[in-house]
């Protein structure tokens, strides 16, 4: 009789590493070596945009929400996801907007937002690369 305890089974890690790697090495290609870039991305795309079930207006509501209340932190926090939804839906200026407010809660703690928002236009035409490459498109072509 088993009753379930002890360790769960294990995926194989090989295969996921395998599969993390070789979309990792992609982005890294899609930058063109340009590691700032590179940092940038890998921080804020979401690997599997179909996955975002929340509307963006209701992100940008609760971040406008929490900037009112004067809570700082979770207003930055909705604006990074806002930004992550308008890169992967291709929205330069809403990669602009949403990381700029993102910007100005965080200061200097995160240089991947000035890297997004001094070069956005490359950002979003590399997430729609790699989106369209990974099967994970929501970018309309």
């Given at each position: 009789?088993?009753l379930?305890?002890?360790?769960?089974?294990?995926?194989?890690?090989?295969?996921?590493?395998?599969?993390?790697?070789?979309?990792?090495?992609?982005?890294?290609?899609?930058?063109?070596?340009?590691?700032?870039?590179?940092?940038?991305?890998?921080r804020?795309?979401?690997?599997?945009?179909?996955?975002?079930?929340?509307?963006?207006?209701?992100?940008?509501?609760?971040?406008?929400?929490?900037?009112?209340?004067?809570?700082?932190?979770?207003?930055?926090?909705?604006?990074?996801?806002?930004?992550?939804?308008?890169?992967?839906k291709?929205?330069?200026?809403?990669?602009?907007?949403?990381?700029?407010?993102?910007?100005?809660?965080?200061?200097?703690?995160?240089?991947?937002?000035?890297?997004?928002?001094?070069?956005?236009?490359?950002?979003?035409?590399?997430?729609?690369k790699?989106?369209?490459?990974f099967?994970?498109?929501?970018?309309?072509?």
């Open positions: 009789m088993k379930g305890f002890g360790k769960p089974k294990q995926k194989d890690p090989v295969l996921e590493t395998n599969a993390e790697s070789l979309m990792a090495n992609r982005l890294k290609e899609l930058c063109g070596g340009d590691a700032d870039l590179f940092g940038a991305m890998s804020l795309m979401f690997l599997d945009p179909k996955k975002i079930t929340t509307p963006l207006d209701h992100v940008v509501g609760d971040a406008q929400t929490f900037e009112a209340q004067g809570n700082r932190l979770r207003a930055e926090v909705g604006y990074r996801i806002a930004g992550g939804i308008a890169l992967s291709g929205d330069v200026n809403g990669v602009k907007t949403y990381f700029e407010k993102a910007a100005s809660f965080a200061g200097d703690s995160r240089p991947e937002y000035q890297v997004i928002l001094k070069r956005s236009t490359e950002a979003v035409n590399i997430a729609r790699y989106y369209d490459e099967g994970s498109v929501t970018i309309p072509s």
